[in-house]
């Protein structure tokens, strides 16, 4: 399970994650470039954090 976020929408990534893996996640920060093609899963803003398993 990958989720890319926004500062906004950290938290609720979170808990997204904890809820449904029922585990913590690793969290990323997405780098330079793929900032720039990368957007939050959960509105229109440039994603800055990766939550993932691995
Ligand atoms: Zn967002």
Redesign the pocket.
Known sequence: MNIN??Q??IEHALDMFVAKQNTFPILTEISDEEKLSTK?D??D?VAIYLVANE
């Open positions: 976020c926004c906004t929408h939050c959960y509105c803003v």
